[in-house]
């Protein structure tokens, strides 16, 4: 345990896999004067949300997009409670904690899971996927798998779901804004994302998109949404309707849109160029000090967290205190990869030379 620090505003160099450093203006958006949920500059501010929130996924017009008062897990659990009743079957793709995450979600909202794996470090194989799809009506698949660093096909995947009648639900929570990503042309039905990761907002607001056909899907349930917060009936109320559904996280909301704009404005392509840059270079810069690529396959390497096998007899606790006592935070791994593995952050405002060279001043000082 660290004290309470000499000055809580001091710099610190933020590496995590989420959340990322803040952008400036979403910071600066922070010091706001707070407005009413339901003021009309509020609700301008949430239009136009919307709409940037379909040129970050890709989607057409018709799609519906909002910001779910939760981090990202309440963007996983929102799709599986509208999208799932007892008894459907619903196909998880699991190569790691979050894909598990997804498959223990839509088991608690009654579904009949079935997993396609692949082990831990390794991609979903979309054939896998296309010989499992009879009888389903739900597919989901985590585009980024944090837990190991692997980039899954997404696109490929989308292929063999498209035409099967199953929706397609995707977690794109560390690869929205990062990575090419397209829900019109690609088919998909379900997307969420957290504020905290590749924008570089504060964490509290998960991104949504819906498809027409999910909307539709939800309508025709036969029993209601049983997470009354998220139905996206009142999200809809709130947010295409401007009537009362529950009170937004205003102050968020004006920081994730600064957030959302300065990504739009710098270019999604510029972006994806940005991090792909840096990670090959933070990648051959510690590869001197006996660090290596945990992802054997470079086309299942996912740019945004970057996941380096730890060098024979490293003392990863023990580096990773020194390195926070200096306000540099790293991760190690998580689970089966504990101890084994760093999975650096390249997010947003994290995929900067600036803090990965303080980094690697850092680890020159303390391994010598
Ligand atoms: N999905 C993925 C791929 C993640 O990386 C995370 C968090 O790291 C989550 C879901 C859950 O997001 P949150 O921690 O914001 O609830």
Known sequence: MLDSPADPFAPHTLLTPGPTP???????????????????????????????????????????????????????EAGFANLVEPGDEVLVCVNGAFGARMAEMAARYGARVRRVTAPLGQPIDPAQVAANLGGVTLVAMVHGETSTGVLNPLPAVAEVVRGSGALLSV????????????????GIDYVYTGSQKCLSAPPGVAPVAISERALERQATRRTPTPLWYCDFEGLRDY???????????????????????AALEEGLPQRQARVREMDRAIAAALAPLGFSHYVQDPAARLPTVLALRLPEGFDDAGVRAALREREISVTGGLGATAGLIWRLGLMGEAARPGPYRTLMLALEELLG
């Not at 010091?31 to 009413?36: A, E, I, L, V, Y």
Request: hydrophobic share 45%; proline share 4%; no cysteine.
């Open 22 to 76: 803040l952008h400036p203006r979403a910071q600066q958006a922070l010091t706001r004067s707070m407005r009413g949920h339901m003021d009309p500059e509020v609700f301008a501010v949430n239009a136009a949300i919307q709409q940037d929130l379909r040129e970050l996924y890709g989607a057409g017009e018709g799609t519906f997009t909002a910001l779910l008062a939760g981090t990202g897990s309440l963007g996983m």
């Open 171 to 186: 977690d794109a929570v560390t690869t929205a804004g990062m990575e090419p990503f397209s829900m019109e042309a690609w």
């Open 239 to 261: 947010w295409d309707r401007q009537s009362y559904h529950h009170t937004v996280p205003v102050n968020l909301h004006f920081a994730f849109h600064a957030a959302l704009r």
